[in-house]
């Protein structure tokens, strides 16, 4: 019989948990991938009780290019297996440190854009052999259009998502799902504190069953989440440029 | 670990307090709670279920647990079960229910994490049958003061562990914790509703299908007055045999505080009157799944902003059983006389004490009832805790906002067992919350 196995990068963030939390309970095989292994094994074990087939750990750090290649010795799993990838990577540093220390560009570069794409570049044979799967990606609104608050992190948000157009292209013949997910706000340690609630944040849960469910029904594309945050950056984009820089955004 | 700034009300959104907030997302993190503290104090935050000030911290610190929501392990054959402090009652449901087995003590919320259960050491409709949330604790990992983690059982550190069941968060962090599952038949129970037409039959009914009934709890009419005092509808289940599909939930969440007077004496006895004739007079029987007889309130979200942004009060008291018919008239009537236009009120029997020294059960009667934050309520409120105490009973701490120091001192004679166990652990007073500030629970006036 073939087992459906995902892979989580970044395993440690909640939308991670939450995400692979889903994949458990329909009995997948998970393979943790991330920096804090010792976190990761506690998460395997909830994931283990909760249902998962089988659970892996393995290290994997955007700023560490060798951890990223022996992913693809890691995922080396038989032919027959489905292989599915799920990536919550990223850092954003102030854009005002960036500025005093403009060094900081590659560690944002790396974490938010080249570490994932690089590693999805490695495991491209992977999976387009197997005719089947999904690799769901996080990215972020900030991508959609540079704002003077955030546009060193936005910009490699936006990388990413180009990569990501181009990348279902790509994968759509062989039919591989490429699902790109723009968020909002998520009530998570990078935002805590800085948010008070309300329709514009979601929880890492209610994020992780919508993306899961997206993608467990076989469906490629851009989702926005929460959802009403394609209307809000559907009139962002296209508002006159003139409006746009007084926004106090 | 990052300390923002924030205000913290509990469930009854009242008191609200600044103070300084984390939510630690790893064990590092987690284990360096105590760092910078200074001369200040930290208390845990579960889910924030509990209604009053026992999770809040005025001008100090206060850590959010529930991004520990791990399970860590289980034994499928005993029932052994290890989790992180900060997971919920509902989430160990959803994934044990399912295999048969069910975590034997559940609050009225699912919402609740588990650290906050132990630490209030909550009681389900089964508390005569089952005894309270320690019945079912094996083990408890617990953060000291001193930052060293310890695990605490019957077999070691008895007093610690008995001292944190009940012991609102003072004996430390928990961080994780072993419980034992029951196995039961199936996720349903067959539910059979009996109507009193007043106090002296409920309680009839209450004695008698106690000995019967695993859960058993009555909601009663609590503007009723005169010969119709007490009247209620009792509420008896065992499990059944057989389960009912396992459909997803339909959660309802009220999206904004109702304004202050959509809540009056009329609109009250409008719905408390609707409520009484849903059951036929002859009662009537039905099945229904653990969650929704367990968990009513759990499937409207929020419905505590029914009560508007000025927040309510629910008081809580058990009285023995002895003298407790004449203690339940004597709150009921005062309740019914100052029209506070409490909901539904809930009345149910209680069994033992649980171990720890600041328990709150006691063989007996436990009543509970809401109240709108009004003029008048704080002074029917402290009518209704002269009442319990004159009676020998006890006030809910997870419930309570407003008992005196002194009320409480007498409610609760075995504190200065407790003091001396969290002065073993917490010498240097790092732990510490507005309840416990109120109530004078560590002495000398301090945190
Ligand atoms: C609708 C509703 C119905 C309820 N019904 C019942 C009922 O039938 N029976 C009953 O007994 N209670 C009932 N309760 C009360 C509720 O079960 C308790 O208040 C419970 O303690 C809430 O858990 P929490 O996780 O929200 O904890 P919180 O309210 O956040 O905290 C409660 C206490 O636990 C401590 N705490 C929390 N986590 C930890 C930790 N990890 N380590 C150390 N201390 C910790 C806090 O410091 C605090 O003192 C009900 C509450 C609601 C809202």
Request: one cysteine or more; aromatic letters at 8%.
């Amino acid at each position: 019989m073939s087992r459906r196995v995902w892979a989580i990068l970044g395993a440690s963030s909640p939308i991670a948990r939450a995400f692979a939390r889903e994949a458990a309970a329909t009995g997948a095989s998970l393979v943790l991938a991330g920096r804090d292994i010792a976190d990761m094994e506690r998460t395997a074990l909830d994931l283990r009780v909760r249902g998962a087939a089988s659970v892996a750990v393995v290290p994997w750090d955007a700023g560490d290019r060798p951890t990223q290649k022996a992913l693809v010795s890691a995922l080396d799993v038989p032919a027959n297996d489905v292989l599915n990838l799920f990536v919550a990577v990223g850092s954003m540093p102030a854009q005002a440190d960036i500025e005093a220390r403009p060094e900081l560009i590659d560690e944002v570069v790396a974490s938010n854009y080249a570490a994932t794409a690089f590693t999805i570049l490695c495991l491209l044979p992977a999976l387009e052999r197997r005719r089947a799967g999904s690799v769901v990606v996080l990215g972020s609104v900030a991508g959609d259009r540079g704002r003077a608050s955030n546009f060193v992190y936005g910009s490699a948000k936006a990388a990413m998502a180009t990569f990501l157009q181009g990348l279902r292209a790509r994968l759509e013949p062989a039919g591989v799902k490429v699902v790109s997910v723009k968020l909002g706000f998520v009530d998570t340690g990078m935002t805590w504190g800085l948010l008070k609630g309300g329709p514009l944040v979601s929880t890492p849960e209610s994020l992780g069953r919508r993306v899961f469910a997206f993608a467990a029904a076989g469906k490629a594309g851009e989702i926005y989440h929460s959802s009403l945050w394609f209307w809000i950056m559907a009139i962002i984009r296209n508002l006159p440029y003139a409006i746009f820089r007084r926004l106090p955004i | 670990m990052k300390w923002t700034k924030t205000t913290l009300g509990g469930w009854g959104r009242l008191p609200r307090f600044a103070c300084e907030a984390a939510r630690p997302e790893r064990l590092p993190e987690l284990n360096g709670a105590f760092d910078g503290l200074g001369e200040g104090t930290l208390i845990a935050h579960g889910a924030g279920r509990s209604y009053g000030d026992c999770a809040l911290n005025e001008n100090g610190r206060v850590l959010v647990m529930n991004r520990f929501d791990r399970i860590l392990g289980f034994d499928p054959v005993s029932g052994d079960l290890e989790v992180e402090a900060g997971v919920s009652l509902r989430a160990l449901m959803d994934v044990f229910l399912p295999r048969g087995f069910l975590v034997p003590v559940n609050p009225g919320t699912a919402f609740a994490t588990v650290g906050g259960a132990i630490a209030n050491d909550v009681h389900g409709k089964n508390h005569e049958k089952d005894g309270a949330f320690g019945s079912c604790l094996r083990w408890i990992d617990l953060l000291l003061p001193s930052g060293e983690t310890v695990r605490v059982s019957g077999d070691s550190d008895r007093a610690l562990f008995e001292a944190t069941q009940g012991g609102v968060g003072l004996t430390g962090i928990m961080v994780a914790v072993g419980l034992r599952l029951t196995r039961v038949p199936s996720n349903a129970l067959d539910v059979r509703e009996t109507k009193a037409a007043n106090l002296d039959a409920l309680l009839a009914a209450i004695v008698a299908e106690g000995a019967r009934a695993r859960y058993s709890v009555a909601w009663i009419d609590a503007l009723a007055s005169g010969p119709e005092l007490g009247r209620g509808i009792l509420e008896t289940a065992v499990e059944s045999p057989v389960g009912l599909p396992s459909g997803p939930r339909r959660d309802k969440a009220l999206p904004i505080d109702l304004p202050g007077f959509a809540l009056n004496p009329l609109s009250v006895k409008a719905f408390n009157a609707l409520w009484w004739s849903r059951v036929p007079a002859a009662g009537r029987s039905r099945k229904r799944r653990y969650d929704s007889f367990l968990f009513p309130l759990d499937a409207i979200h929020d419905w505590n902003r029914m009560y508007g942004r000025r927040g309510f009060r629910q008081f809580q008291c058990v009285v023995p059983r002895a003298d407790g018919e004449r203690a339940l008239r004597q709150l009921l009537e005062r309740v019914s006389a100052s029209r506070a236009g409490s909901f539904l009120a809930v009345l149910k029997g209680m069994g033992a004490a649980g171990p720890g020294p600041l328990s709150f059960p006691m063989p007996g009667y436990l009543l509970a009832l809401d109240f709108p934050e009004r003029a008048g309520t704080l002074d029917l409120l402290a009518d209704m805790e002269r009442i319990t105490r004159n009676h020998g009973g006890r006030i809910y701490l997870a419930k309570d906002s407003c008992l005196s120091a002194d009320g409480f001192r007498a409610m609760y004679p075995r504190l200065d067992e407790f003091r001396a166990v969290v002065e073993r652990v917490d010498p240097h007073r790092r732990l510490g919350s507005s309840l416990s500030r109120r109530l004078d629970i560590r002495g000398g006036g301090k945190p």
